[in-house]
């Protein structure tokens, strides 16, 4: 079994992390989301998780991927770890449905 953690290793870590979201985000509404706790977590541990993955990429990778704005899912990732209880749910839907 190839253990080698490079740019193809990351990706499939990042697309199992956006199927799931895409998954369970489907015909959630922001008023059901705002109200399921749950839900909420399973959501924002995804998007450290994204945006972990995201920073083990390559230079390389990221320079040929350079429409991702990559220090924004970074920094989102930093407001969700650091600022848990004051993290603005509008924001957290709105990337689930939009940017995901």
């Known amino acids: 079994m190839d ?8 990706l499939k870590k990042l ?3 956006i199927d799931f979201i895409t998954a369970h985000m489907q015909d959630i509404d922001e ?4 109200a399921d706790e749950v839900l ?5 541990f995804r ?3 994204i945006s972990e993955n995201a920073r083990k990429m390559s ?8 429409q991702i704005p990559w220090g924004d899912v970074y920094g989102l990732r930093n407001r969700i770890v650091h600022d848990y209880g004051m ?3 509008h924001i957290i839907y709105s990337t689930l449905v939009r940017d995901i």
């Open 31 to 34: 008023e059901d989301f705002s």
């Open 15 to 17: 697309k199992k992390d």
């Open 40 to 44: 909420q977590d399973s959501m924002m």
């Open 59 to 66: 230079d390389s990778f990221k320079a040929a991927h350079e």
């Open 3 to 10: 253990n080698k953690k490079d740019d193809s290793y990351y």
């Open 87 to 89: 993290v603005d749910l």
């Open 47 to 49: 998007l450290v998780q």
